[in-house]
């Protein structure tokens, strides 16, 4: 099944450990897929005239880090480059993992949640601290080793049942630690709610499988590099060393999966440095996410207010209008640049647009 985790607020919006909690556990109760259910990517939270009725969710209007679309793409990693290990699988109902010194996490729902709307009170749900769920075959299983607690940092500690070689972690591609007091006992920490995937099987097979998330990453770090030099060639900046060093990534690929990374990542400095040769497209480039980070901080400084759009006083008004104004010249000087199109002059001119702004910035 995929199930379809949330990832937006909704009477309340899921914490990072949470998220991170739905993420790992559905998989470790046997999801081989999943969706994030977010209402969008562009909106704001403070109160403006041109706003919807609309749900909070991930994102902002000028496309900077967002901790929760990082989170997502954490987890991600792992799961696309690793995860088609354990379709082939079957899902065991209670994988036959020993965990010692188990603890029990309490959570409390409240009955007026969308779930729960025919309760009256509170729900009190308790669920073991270090949850493991198995996929197995012939050769190898694999395991989603997560923690339930969405408050503290946890350790799991754990036996596993005998006939299999090893347990390796397949986000750091290494084998996982013993208890220094036991070797029997398999010892792993995590942040509040994380979790990962586990291959346990012999060293040979675990080669075999670490080849191919390897390259599965290359795959997706190469995607990425590629968008990159094409906004850069689109901008008339000279790439030619860069591409042949992306070159010969790509001819390592299919043999060696880690040697492929390290030239992709060669190639990356040396795509920096022809970016760097070029001072025109330096310049713009450097300007929007200076400007990408500024508009960033006055969205934060507008969230700290909660009064709707009559309530704010007519400067504030004036300054959202602003905002809003610059946000629309940004988005369009935006995909002009990644068309080679866009005039340094013209980031030059918003940032002072929006240094005036910033200097502007009302009292909330």
């Known amino acids: 099944y995929w199930p379809i985790i949330q990832s937006y607020e909704y009477h309340m919006r899921p914490s990072m450990a949470e998220l991170r909690i739905m993420i790992w556990h559905t998989i470790a109760c046997g999801a081989k897929g999943m969706f994030f259910f977010t209402t969008g990517q562009s909106t704001v939270k403070w109160a403006n005239p ?8 991930p994102g902002n209007l000028w496309f900077a880090d967002d901790d929760e679309l990082s989170e997502i793409a954490r987890a991600g990693e792992v799961l696309t480059s690793a995860g088609q290990l354990l379709l082939p699988l079957t899902f065991v109902e209670n994988y036959p993992a020993e965990i ?44 989603v080793i997560h923690s339930d607690d969405p408050n503290l940092s946890r350790v799991a500690r754990f036996r596993l049942p005998e006939g299999r070689e090893g347990l390796y972690d397949l986000r750091t591609l290494s084998e996982v630690g013993r208890d220094p007091e036991d070797a029997s006992i398999w010892r792993i920490e ?12 012999d060293a040979e097979g675990f080669a075999a499988a670490a080849k191919e998330v390897r390259r599965r990453r290359f795959e997706q770090e190469r995607r990425l590099f ?12 000279n790439c030619t060393e860069a591409l042949f060093a992306l070159d010969r990534a790509d001819a390592a690929v299919a043999e060696d999966p880690a040697a492929a990374l390290a030239e ?18 330096r310049s713009l480039k450097n300007d929007l996410e200076l400007l990408r ?11 700290r207010s909660d009064r709707t759009w009559e309530g704010f006083t007519p400067e504030t008004r004036a300054f959202v209008e602003e905002l809003l104004n610059q946000t629309e010249v940004f988005g369009d000087l935006e995909n002009r ?8 002059e013209e980031a030059t001119g ?15």
Not at 117 to 141: C, S
Not at 267 to 281: S, W
Not at 293 to 303: E, I, P, V
């Open 50 to 57: 041109r706003s919807l009725s609309f749900y909070d969710c």
């Open 100 to 143: 010692l010194d188990p603890e029990v996490v309490h959570a409390t729902f409240r009955g007026s949640a969308l779930p729960l709307r025919e309760m009256t009170g509170d729900l009190e749900l308790a669920k073991p601290v270090i949850h493991i769920g198995g996929f197995t075959g012939d050769d190898y299983d694999i395991l």
């Open 190 to 201: 995590f942040v509040a709610g994380d979790g990962g995937l586990y291959y346990y099987g």
């Open 226 to 237: 590629g968008l990159d030099i094409a906004i850069a060639e689109a901008n008339r900046v």
């Open 264 to 281: 992709l990542a060669a190639a990356r400095k040396i795509f920096v440095g022809c970016e760097y040769a070029d001072p025109a497209y």
């Open 293 to 303: 980070r500024s508009y960033l901080d006055l969205d934060r400084h507008l969230r």
């Open 337 to 344: 640049f990644r068309a080679g199109t866009a005039n340094p």
């Open 350 to 364: 918003l940032l002072r647009r929006m240094a005036v702004l910033n200097d502007n910035r009302p009292e909330l």
